[in-house]
């Protein structure tokens, strides 16, 4: 069966910190691997992990993926109150209309 | 704008009521879902759908229904036949390969249903 793991469940830190968020999955024929940011409603997209070793970035969050141990981390450097928020971790199988497969999120609090 | 839109945002539902949630998309994507979200738990396939009049049984189907009639549209009902059906309902859509496509899936802003 099919699975993704996410670690940890819940996170608190305080502003200024640096956060790595681990994803660990177990799938058949996989394609790419995605993290999303959810603030209370609709995940809005992060980033797309599709090769071993090369490193997505977008301002102070960074992706990297690890094809031959199967896991993925996210890091957030200087995390600010607005990074509070659960992050999910999914994994595409199959072709690109394939199915996503979620694990059950990193839940994220930033104290001022 | 273009996007994905779900109404209601917020639906109640006595015991014994079928609902329908509705999901629009005029993105032009081909691929549609429906995910349920539970407190703490991360986003559960309900059904999807990879092109107009065919759709597929995610891992919770069991008491809901789809259709895809429209390429745009893709409504979920919720049937009596579902015996927890309060949850977090979110849609998605994702374009079709070979377009110069990502797997991305877009997701719309959701509907929380409540049965009293």
């Known amino acids: 069966e099919d699975k993704v793991v996410q670690s940890p469940l819940s996170l608190v830190v305080h502003e200024g910190d640096t956060v790595t968020l681990n994803c660990s999955y177990e799938v058949t024929n996989f394609r790419s691997l995605l993290w999303y940011k959810q603030e209370k409603k609709a995940p809005t997209f992060l980033f797309m992990l599709?090769?071993?070793?090369i490193e997505k970035k977008s301002g102070r969050l960074s992706s990297i993926l690890d094809k031959k141990e199967l896991f993925s981390i996210l890091n957030i450097t200087a995390t600010q109150t607005g990074d509070s928020a659960v992050y999910l971790c999914a994994v595409r199988v199959g072709s690109t209309l394939g199915r996503l497969y979620f694990g059950r999120g990193t839940q994220l609090t930033v104290w001022p | 704008d273009g996007g994905i839109t779900q109404s209601p945002k917020y639906l109640f539902r006595k015991e014994g009521q079928n609902v329908t949630l509705s999901c629009e998309q005029n993105?032009?994507?081909?691929?549609m879902y429906w995910y349920r979200q539970d407190p703490g738990q991360g986003l559960r396939l309900i059904y999807y759908s990879q092109i107009v009049n065919d759709f597929q049984k995610g891992d919770i189907a069991e008491g809901y229904s789809v259709s895809r009639e429209k390429k745009e549209s893709f409504p979920l009902t919720v049937t009596s036949a579902q015996k927890n059906p309060t949850a977090f309902y979110l849609c998605?859509?994702?374009?079709?390969?070979?377009?110069?496509?990502?797997?991305?899936?877009?997701f719309g802003p959701g509907t929380r249903l409540t049965v009293l």
């Open positions: 998605a859509s994702s374009r079709r390969a070979g377009t110069g496509s990502t797997d991305t899936q877009y």
């Open positions: 993105l032009n994507h081909d691929a």
């Open positions: 599709t090769s071993s070793g």
